[in-house]
């Protein structure tokens, strides 16, 4: 592994042969790029939020495999599927809930098993994933485009934990919503909650929106409901991790409270997500729910905040449930309810 520090906002990408990343625990004291040629270290990234958010983690588990591909030693496309499934199965058990990382990894899968031999093997299953990650910026920019219609000139914007360019490839979903809105020529501000326990809003977030200029306010995860009810906010926009084909919307943990609250102060809720993220197949009672450790929630650093011994419950997501929600931002359209009509109308379009 290699270290290197950059300006260049592209979250993952490939080069040389190996995944290059930003390291997303050092921001935002120092922008870090870090390089892999292993698909264990790629895994271990994963796992350890050095990359996160739904899309950005599809693309590095298929990133993960085309390592997988060049560490293969198999002589044969039985001996090197075999490979890659293993890889795979290390590649997923990472982050559970989020459903791009499953679609990337089976997407892969699936193009190995086309070709014949060896290195057409490799060589296919390397173009896949830079054109996934190529893909991810597009849609992203056509979400954003498709989103910003649905916001006015001086609104000020709420969105929790991070969907923007660090959640992606590039860009964004929530965050590429709200670049798009102001590209169109609307001014803009945005209110962003620090998101605890790990604080994407205030570590990538603000670091993301101060970085593009735009007008950012950060607030504690405690004053969503303050802000609301003294019109700070007019409208609320996040990314997810999962949606369900009945518009279950999986997001980081305390997405569920801001739409309740954003329902009890009637202000629009939208979600922005590429169809990527959209599970067709499960119901709620399906969906695992990631529990990460409860150190994140016991001390900041090295600094402890908690007795020791004490129980903790640190889920990394909640469900918000479809009545709560205003629309859906895609790259195909805005699905509006009912979501289980609209939903299946947008992926008909694909």
């Known amino acids: 592994m290699t270290i290197s520090t950059n300006l260049?906002?592209?979250?993952?990408?490939?080069?040389?042969?190996k995944v290059r990343m930003i390291d997303?625990?050092?921001?935002?004291?120092?922008?870090?790029?870090?390089?892999?040629?292993?698909?264990?270290?790629?895994?271990?990234?994963?796992?350890?939020?050095v990359v996160r958010g739904a899309p950005a983690i599809g693309v590095s588990g298929a990133f993960g495999l085309a390592l997988a591909a060049l560490q293969s030693k198999a002589e044969t496309k039985e001996k090197l599927l075999d490979d890659l499934e293993s890889a795979r199965k290390i590649l997923f058990?990472?982050?559970?809930?989020?459903?791009?990382?499953?679609?990337?990894?089976?997407?892969?899968?699936?193009?190995?098993?086309?070709?014949?031999?060896?290195?057409?093997?490799?060589?296919?299953?390397i173009k896949t994933a830079k054109q996934m990650a190529d893909e991810d910026i597009q849609i992203n920019m056509t979400m954003g485009k498709n989103g910003s219609i649905?916001?006015?000139?001086?609104?000020?914007?709420?969105?929790?934990?991070?969907?923007?360019?660090?959640?992606?490839?590039?860009?964004?979903?929530?965050?590429?919503?709200?670049?798009?809105?102001?590209?169109?020529?609307?001014k803009i501000k945005v209110i962003a909650t620090e998101t605890r326990p790990v604080q994407q809003g205030s570590r990538l977030t603000a670091f993301e929106l101060k970085h593009d200029g735009i007008d950012v306010s950060l607030i504690p995860d405690t004053a969503v409901g303050y802000s609301m009810s003294n019109g700070l906010v007019n409208k609320v926009v996040v990314g997810a991790d999962?949606?369900?084909?009945?518009?279950?919307?999986?997001?980081?943990?305390?997405?569920?409270?801001?739409?309740?609250?954003?329902?009890?102060?009637?202000?629009?809720?939208?979600?922005?997500?590429?169809?990527?993220?959209?599970?067709?197949?499960?119901?709620?009672?399906?969906?695992?729910?990631?529990?990460?450790?409860?150190?994140?929630?016991?001390?900041?650093?090295?600094?402890?905040?908690?007795?020791?011994?004490?129980n903790v419950i640190n889920p990394a997501f909640d469900m918000t449930p479809p009545e709560l929600i205003t629309g859906i931002i895609t790259e195909k359209g805005v699905a509006k309810p009912p979501y289980e009509e609209s939903i299946k109308k947008l992926f008909e379009a694909n």
């Open 93 to 125: 058990e990472t982050r559970p809930t989020a459903i791009n990382l499953k679609w990337g990894l089976d997407k892969i899968i699936q193009i190995a098993k086309q070709e014949q031999n060896v290195s057409d093997i490799k060589e296919s299953i």
């Open 242 to 310: 999962r949606v369900l084909r009945t518009g279950h919307v999986y997001n980081k943990i305390g997405t569920y409270q801001v739409a309740t609250m954003a329902k009890q102060h009637g202000i629009p809720f939208y979600v922005a997500a590429p169809l990527s993220t959209f599970d067709m197949i499960s119901s709620p009672k399906d969906v695992v729910i990631e529990m990460r450790k409860g150190t994140e929630v016991t001390g900041v650093g090295e600094k402890k905040t908690a007795p020791d011994d004490i």
């Open 150 to 186: 649905l916001f006015d000139n001086n609104d000020t914007i709420m969105t929790h934990c991070n969907a923007g360019a660090l959640a992606t490839v590039a860009y964004g979903t929530a965050l590429g919503v709200i670049r798009a809105t102001k590209d169109s020529g609307k």
């Open 8 to 17: 260049s906002l592209r979250t993952v990408e490939w080069k040389d042969n």
């Open 24 to 49: 997303q625990t050092k921001l935002p004291n120092e922008l870090v790029f870090v390089e892999y040629d292993d698909f264990n270290q790629v895994a271990e990234a994963i796992r350890t939020l």
